[in-house]
């Protein structure tokens, strides 16, 4: 019984629930950080939902202590309530991000505008430093000038509150990370209890003020300033390292750990990657055998394509090279001038369609950002001696990248349709692909 009720509130072992691939990679190198929303949590639904609940939560409770604050004029629990305030706004950046990272991609923003979330994590390091500065001035200025505090059982009261309210999203963020599998909403319960405690600093600092020791509540506030200091300094080194094109070296790790499960790879050139808002893209460079046949050469690809996707579920690309002891593998590199691509956007399936090269030869590949259940996808190119017909099928079970078994026909430039299908409906969308100034074959 004992161990039910230890894990329910968050207390069973971190390894509950944990499933996965399989071998234990640690958490990849995601962690907590205010102010930034991990993008493995934002990779699920579940996940979203979860940090939205988190949110309503903080912000009532540091509602409910932003009354008894001006009622008694305490600044610990000033404090106190600018770091619950800081700990919610955590969601803002992430709803701006997913309402601007529907907007399909342009001429200018080729990718999107997933970065965005950069920015407005930007916005939030400066409002909490903003609000860091002013409960210390407060502080020091309660210390310089002291004033009776009114109120001192609400006070108490105020900071239970701020203990119960961040223990509630605590248990709820552990508890829906060890459903979804996500090791950073965990970590995330496992930090919002440690700013539970923080809430019951300003009930010690109640008391001392209760047993005649007023300066207890500007000093228990300067603490607390610090503690949010301290946030502000690790959520801008995540946001400038974002925004630099920087990732977790558990990635990097993560990456080359893929790789040791793909026979026939002899050696990892190199390895690169970067987040382009919750989705990461990584370029691999591979060197295989010398006498590896292309039939050997796409066998590899795949599998490592299909490993990549297994170990890094945050992965939305994954562009793997051929090189050889000298340099890049003739007809392994982008080199060819494809047609532009066709931006598709309905009510089935927003993404890409583009012509793109692998280690087989050119393929058709439809990148979606959403989709409808059980998406078909098939592309008909109108021919003089007939249609030439392409199915569209997920590469390595990812059904976000779909992709022809064989390279269109000759000539490059033609009228098509992408035909989609779904839950008994059928779209079809006419495009056109014309070869770019300058290409020849």
């Given amino acids: 019984m004992m161990d039910k009720v230890r894990d329910w509130f968050g207390f069973g072992p971190m390894t509950?629930?944990?499933?996965?691939?399989?071998?234990?990679?640690?958490?990849?190198?995601h962690g907590h950080t205010h102010g930034v929303i991990d993008p493995t949590i934002a990779t699920t639904t579940r996940g979203i939902w979860a940090v939205k609940w988190s949110f309503v939560v903080l912000a009532i409770t540091a509602a409910l202590q932003l009354v008894v604050v001006f009622l008694s004029g305490s600044v610990a629990l000033l404090a106190d309530t600018i770091h619950n305030v800081g700990d919610a706004v955590t969601a803002i950046p992430l709803w701006i991000a997913f309402v601007l990272a529907r907007r399909k991609p342009s001429k200018t923003f080729t990718y999107g505008l997933g970065r965005v979330e950069d920015l407005a994590g930007i916005v939030i390091v400066l409002i909490i430093l903003f609000s860091a500065i002013v409960a210390g001035y407060e502080a020091i200025d309660r210390l310089i000038n002291p004033r009776p505090i009114a109120f001192l059982g609400w006070v108490a009261i105020a900071g239970l509150i701020g203990f119960i309210g961040n223990e509630a999203v605590a248990v709820f963020r552990i508890r829906v990370g060890r459903e979804i599998n996500s090791a950073a909403l965990i970590a995330d319960g496992f930090h919002a209890r440690t700013d539970g405690f923080t809430s019951l600093a300003v009930v010690l600092g109640a008391i001392g003020v209760w047993l005649g020791f007023p300066l207890a509540d500007p000093i228990v506030g300067l603490l607390i300033t610090l503690a949010i200091f301290a946030i502000v300094w690790q959520s801008s080194k995540a946001v400038l390292t974002r925004m630099l094109d920087g990732v977790e070296s558990g990635i990097v790790d993560e990456i080359h750990h893929a790789t040791e499960h793909v026979h026939g790879i002899?050696?990892?050139?190199?390895?690169?990657?970067?987040?382009?808002?919750?989705?990461?893209?990584?370029?691999?460079?591979?060197?295989?055998?010398?006498?590896?046949?292309?039939?050997?050469?796409?066998?590899?690809?795949?599998?490592?394509?299909?490993?990549?996707?297994?170990?890094?579920?945050?992965?939305?690309?994954?562009?793997?090279?051929?090189?050889?002891?000298?340099?890049?593998?003739?007809?392994?590199?982008?080199?060819?001038?494809?047609?532009?691509?066709?931006?598709?956007?309905?009510?089935?399936?927003?993404?890409?369609?583009?012509?793109?090269?692998?280690?087989?030869?050119?393929?058709?590949?439809?990148?979606?950002?959403?989709?409808?259940?059980?998406?078909?996808?098939?592309?008909?190119?109108?021919?003089?001696?007939?249609?030439?017909?392409?199915a569209l099928a997920p590469v390595a079970g990812d059904h976000h990248r779909l992709e022809s078994s064989v390279a269109r026909a000759e000539p490059h430039e033609y009228e098509a349709r992408l035909v989609l299908t779904a839950k008994c409906r059928e779209l079809v969308l006419p495009f056109k692909m014309v070869e770019p100034e300058g290409h020849h074959h």
């Fill in 16 to 29: 509950h629930g944990m499933g996965g691939h399989g071998h234990d990679h640690g958490d990849g190198g």
């Fill in 266 to 390: 002899e050696r990892v050139q190199s390895v690169q990657a970067r987040w382009i808002g919750h989705r990461l893209h990584a370029d691999l460079a591979i060197k295989v055998a010398d006498t590896a046949t292309a039939k050997d050469v796409v066998a590899v690809t795949e599998a490592l394509r299909g490993e990549l996707f297994v170990h890094l579920p945050v992965l939305s690309e994954a562009n793997i090279r051929l090189e050889g002891d000298t340099g890049p593998v003739a007809g392994s590199g982008h080199a060819h001038h494809a047609p532009n691509p066709f931006k598709v956007a309905c009510d089935l399936a927003t993404g890409t369609l583009e012509i793109v090269d692998t280690p087989a030869g050119e393929r058709m590949r439809l990148t979606i950002d959403s989709h409808a259940d059980d998406l078909g996808a098939t592309v008909i190119i109108d021919r003089p001696e007939g249609p030439e017909t392409l």
